[in-house]
């Protein structure tokens, strides 16, 4: 009888359950770099991103964008946020500094300093970002996303990105794709290197050293052992450093909600009790004019010199825009453009790798990294709003700006304005002003936060045989700690100041607070005081093998296979205000509700994967991962892909994979946060279907309730589907083009409850709207809730032409990202919403339809020539509050936002041995970003969208490499 091969069987039982997983890091390889700066393959076998099988073509199956530290240093690229801004395969999110400078949503606040990556705009959350095809540790104020600026990104090698959800591979959370950060795997000699980045406008300056050293040839010497130190700096880009950031546009749509302005505007604050005892009382009246006026700048009343007399960025309050008539004489500051752009950050990262070589075919190495960010958030001053409550913490009317000695000259200024023009006997002398103010004296407001990370790696990896094994064991961590800077002050400390009237609202330009006003602010500031500081942990165990299975054959060939196993642990803990005496500091966005001790999962995964050429010219390929959740339990979760090419210029692939994302610690256990709406456009649905704010319809007044935010434990886990199926076509050796139709479907998305959403199903969410015992909406219940889901579709575009013209060698390449449907839903068991691509969308991904990079690179000799094309679409903007309903519309007011398109061009020079020069101009035509509507009270970005534009400018590059030997 026939006798089975019982070592076949062994082997492939040790593929099976040895479970060792060969991290996606290219194996040494060798390189050619063709006129764009994008690598050519010459390898004979590697692994690339997505796949644990190493075969010379599988990047040919499988949708990748490969960036060569080449093609980055010629865009002038100098961090992992700028490639994201430049890769069209990513989100249009609140992913970059800029987009987290000044006012925030809930999601973001503690993301100071924070820069994430988006992967077709499925979030940061759900996009793996990888270092050497592991994993790297999340930002420690959030726990939820890594922070780019933590990537060692001086000493990349390429950069991968896979356009398709790899949840079978690398982990059940990569649903919007994968990023693989890959540095130099050894390195000889010693290099130095300097770039800058300088703006043409000033500000917002950009400059990195780096410096590498490694010694030990692998084969000679049998070690290896390399390590870089890069230092970068940001400096800042302040709002009033560029002419675009300015909200004074009325006329257009957009104006600054505010009536805190440099010279305060008087206020009344009620037409009975606390509110009407300040001296505008209930209001005033003008003549023909019936409208309780409830808000008055003496600088903008008939015959005063205007609002843009009395301070820098003042001008009228557009009542029109904001439905407010009681603010007809009321004066605005414009805090956006006060706002920063460009944060400035410093920042310096290390990376150490050793590796020895065992024998002829394994190799033993360990690695370091490790970084330490600092970033200063710095926003607009304080506005002091003079308020009727006795809390301790607002300013009520014992810090109204009183009448005595120190303040007469000026509160009789402010009486005789207003008494001229309205008369004395509906003001009330003597009493205190009520006032809202921007106290430009406290200083501009700002955060400093600190984040020191580390990422610890030894493993052993080779061949067994004719099997590839790798194990490791990763450690890293992530501790941020964030800090008061300047602008802040105890509140005690501050309301006895302003009481006393040694503060002075009312200041004309030139003028300036005394010696003894600024000695009190100063005595008051609560610099240093640390908001707060958490910590994210994680710890793993990967280990992979793979190989031809020898004794399984197809028709097309060898079955491959690999498998693996992941054991980790992840860990977060966030600390809230540690004093032992909490003094109360204004408006300091101390976090104490959403402190955590010490919490952590375990996750436990096995996969497999095989390679199945079924004919010559299929493939086919099947993986599977079970993952088992601490408190969640276990998933299994398939990928399948294919590739077919019916001739040698002809390539069809497709993918189908599933997703299982778990919610993250602060999703589960964050505690209750009230948040003030400020908007003017919200009405109480139960009375005005839609929820929109009219004032000319009864029901429908304006309502700011405070929203609450936090989580629940009893959130269930995402899950989504993603598909892709696409062709790429060759027909000769100067000519290439790839499409791929990409689809990804989320269910039960973990979101805070949409406000949108709330007021249009208000029958079903009613509970979420809490009410007083008179029936008023006093807050709205937006916790975390698993909503319906979403879906998105798109096409994305990658086009090649080259060739020869005097002596060099040109190429033309054409990337790009089309997205045709995006729609969400409240309920599973409610329909998809309309399509909301090319609308505006507030804080997250704005889902643009098509945006591209066109660029053309000439190489000749010494020389490399590249000029780039940026382009990023139009779309609807967000109504102003008055156009919303219909009550105003501005003379210019645009629906639809320009697109965006810039140029960029960059020169590199290697004539002289060991060095290479580079110069860039970005921003070719100096082009403002377009203008836009949007609220700012909801956006940053003052007229200008951060998720879309560049605000630095026309900027110069100089880049400057040499190699000491």
């Known amino acids: 009888m026939p006798v089975r091969a019982v070592p076949n069987i062994h082997r492939l039982t040790l593929a099976l359950l040895a479970a060792l997983a060969l991290p996606a890091f290219a194996q040494q390889s060798t390189e050619q770099v063709d006129a764009s700066g994008k690598s050519v393959k010459t390898l004979d076998r590697m692994t690339v991103t997505g796949s644990r099988i190493r075969r010379a073509d599988i990047e040919e199956s499988l949708p990748i964008t490969s960036i060569t530290k080449d093609e980055i240093d010629k865009q002038g690229i100098t961090s992992a946020e700028q490639l994201l801004m430049y890769l069209n395969v990513a989100g249009n999110s609140s992913d970059n500094l ?66 398709d959800g790899a949840s079978a591979i690398y982990g059940t959370d990569a649903i919007g794709g994968v990023i693989n950060f890959i540095t130099k795997r050894d390195f000889q000699g010693a290099q130095a290197s300097a770039f800058f980045d300088y703006t043409e406008a000033g500000g917002g300056n950009i400059q990195r050293g780096t410096l590498l050293f490694g010694h030990g040839d692998l084969d000679r010497d049998r070690w290896n052992a390399f390590g870089s130190v890069s230092v970068k700096r940001n400096t800042i880009l302040r709002g009033s450093g560029r002419d675009f950031s300015n909200t004074f546009q009325p006329e257009r749509g957009l104006s600054p909600d505010t009536r805190g302005t440099p010279f ?56 029109r825009i904001w439905n407010s008539p009681g603010s007809k004489y009321a004066c605005a500051w414009d805090y956006p453009a006060a706002a920063v752009i460009q944060q400035p950050q410093d920042s310096v990262d290390f990376i150490g790798r050793a590796t020895f070589r065992i024998g002829g075919t394994h190799e033993a190495y360990v690695e370091l990294t ?59 002398y003597g009493a205190p002003i009520a006032y809202r103010w921007r106290c430009i004296a406290c200083g501009p407001r700002e955060i400093e936060t600190t984040t020191k990370s580390y990422r610890f790696v030894a493993g052993i990896g080779g061949m067994l045989g004719d099997w590839s094994y790798d194990v490791g064991l990763t450690r890293g961590s992530s501790k941020s700690e964030s800090i008061l800077g300047t602008g802040f002050h105890f509140t005690d400390a501050l309301k006895q100041v302003l009481g006393s009237g040694l503060i002075n609202p009312f200041l004309a330009p030139g003028q300036e607070q005394s010696a003894e006003a600024m000695a009190a602010l100063e005595a008051a500031s609560a610099t240093g005081v640390k908001l707060y500081g958490g910590e994210s942990l994680v710890t793993a165990l990967d280990a992979s093998i793979s190989g031809d299975l020898g004794f399984f054959s197809l028709p097309g060939g060898n079955i491959a296979m690999a498998a693996g196993m992941d054991l980790r642990r992840e860990e977060f803990r966030f600390d809230g205000d540690q004093r032992e005496v909490k ?108 929820g929109r704010a009219n004032p000319n319809v009864a029901g429908c007044e304006v309502i700011r309730p405070t929203e609450l935010f936090g989580g629940k434990p009893d959130l269930q886990p995402e899950e989504s589907t993603q598909k892709s199926f696409g062709l790429v076509y060759s027909p000769m050796g100067q000519f290439n083009i790839a499409l791929d139709w990409w689809e990804i479907e989320r269910e039960n998305t973990i979101r805070s409850a ?108 010494d020389w490399s020539h590249g000029l780039y094309q940026v382009h990023r679409d139009g779309y609807y903007d967000e109504l102003p509050p008055s156009v919303s309903n219909g009550t105003y519309i501005p003379a210019q007011w645009k629906p639809r936002v320009d697109g965006y398109t810039i140029y960029n061009y960059n020169v590199t020079w290697t004539g002289i041995e060991k060095m290479k020069i580079g110069f860039g101009i970005k921003n070719l035509a100096d082009k403002d970003p377009p203008f836009t509507a949007h609220q700012n009270d909801f956006a940053a970005g003052a007229a200008w969208e951060p998720r879309i534009a560049d605000p630095r400018g026309r900027a110069y590059t100089l880049m400057l490499e040499y190699s000491f030997w």
């Not at 507030?842 to 000799?861: A, C, D, E, Q, V």
């Open 754 to 861: 949409p406000r949108d959403t709330l007021i249009q199903y208000y029958d079903l969410f009613e509970a979420n709207w809490i009410r007083d015992a008179g029936g008023e909406v006093v807050s709205i219940d937006r916790r975390y809730i698993n909503s319906g889901g979403s879906l998105m579709r798109g096409v994305e575009l990658d086009a090649n032409l080259n060739g020869e013209l005097a002596d060099g060698r040109w190429n033309v390449n054409l990337n790009g990202s089309y997205i045709h449907q995006f729609h969400t839903k409240a309920l599973e068991s409610l329909p998809y919403s309309s399509n909301l691509v090319g609308k505006y969308v507030r804080y997250y991904n704005l889902p643009i339809r098509w945006k591209h990079t066109l660029s053309f690179g000439y190489t000749r000799g």
């Open 264 to 319: 305060a505007t008087v206020f009344s604050l009620g037409t009975s009790g606390v509110g009407s005892t300040s001296m505008l009382r209930g209001g005033v009246f003008e003549t023909g004019n019936p409208t309780r006026l409830t808000a008055v700048n003496i600088n903008n009343l008939p015959g005063a010199d205007g609002c843009e007399a009395a301070g820098p960025d003042m001008g009228p309050y557009a009542y």
């Open 98 to 163: 800029a987009s987290n400078a000044g006012i925030v949503n809930e999601e973001q606040r503690g993301n100071n300093g924070v820069s994430g990556a988006n992967l077709r705009g499925q979030g940061a959350d759900a996009t793996l970002v990888l270092l050497n095809g592991r994993r790297v540790a999340t930002h420690g104020l959030k726990g939820r996303a890594v922070d780019l600026n933590s990537i060692p990104f001086a000493a990349i090698e390429r950069v991968e990105v896979l356009r």
């Open 583 to 690: 003094r109360t500091v204004f408006n300091a966005p101390f976090d104490d509700a959403n402190a955590l001790g010490n919490v952590s999962r375990d996750i436990k995964a096995v996969y497999v994967e095989f390679q199945m050429p079924l004919l010559k010219n299929l493939d086919l390929n099947l993986a599977g991962r079970y993952d088992d959740y601490s408190g969640f339990g276990g998933t299994t979760n398939p990928k399948v892909s294919f590739k077919y090419q019916p001739f040698e210029s002809l390539l069809f692939r497709g993918a189908y994979s599933t997703g299982f994302k778990v919610p993250s610690f602060n999703q589960l256990f964050n505690g209750i946060s009230e948040v003030q709406y400020t908007g003017l456009d919200l009405a109480d649905p139960a009375t005005c279907p839609g």
């Open 370 to 428: 490790a970084s330490e960010v600092d970033v200063a958030k710095t926003f607009e001053p304080n506005q002091i709003s003079s308020s009727t409550s006795s809390a301790a913490t607002a300013l009520g009317p014992s810090t109204w700006y009183p009448l005595n000695a120190t303040t007469k000259a000026t509160y009789d200024r402010v009486y005789d304005a207003l008494a001229g023009y309205f008369g004395a006997g509906q003001l009330n």
